[in-house]
């Protein structure tokens, strides 16, 4: 299986920045796409960001375009998310996924692995 570890997550104030990072490991995940998801309480999960393996093509919600940055390091099997500019609604657990289309999806069940997911609460 291929197993995906997020970290970074933690209690910010407004405005504030952090750094999540997805560590893969087990089953190279060589061509995958990557996306970045969240889930508050109450909420559906959402497509925060993806981006494929090439880092030719990326996508963001509106919600957070200009504050979000995704990005990979392929050789170190790494996903990282730059968040900065923090803002309350974007309180949420934050869970990387990995996915074998070829092309970017925001779809959750068009995704095949899945991280324990990272809590982030942005404080008033």
């Known amino acids: 299986q291929v197993q995906l570890v997020e970290s970074g997550g933690g209690l910010v104030q407004a405005g504030g920045s952090l750094r999540l990072s997805c560590a893969a490991s087990g089953r190279t995940f060589s061509g995958f796409a990557m996306g970045w998801f969240r889930q508050a309480p109450g909420k559906e999960r959402e497509s925060v960001a993806a981006i494929s393996w090439g880092r030719t093509s990326t996508f963001y919600a509106d919600s957070v375009k200009g504050r979000f940055t995704i990005s990979r390091d392929n050789v170190k099997n790494t996903v990282y998310l730059q968040m900065n500019s923090l803002k309350p609604e974007d309180t949420a657990v934050y869970y990387c996924?990995?996915?074998?289309?070829?092309?970017?999806?925001?779809?959750?069940?068009?995704?095949?692995?899945w991280g324990q997911g990272t809590q982030v609460t942005v404080s008033s």
């Open positions: 996924a990995a996915t074998t289309t070829v092309v970017l999806t925001t779809k959750p069940d068009e995704y095949d692995y």
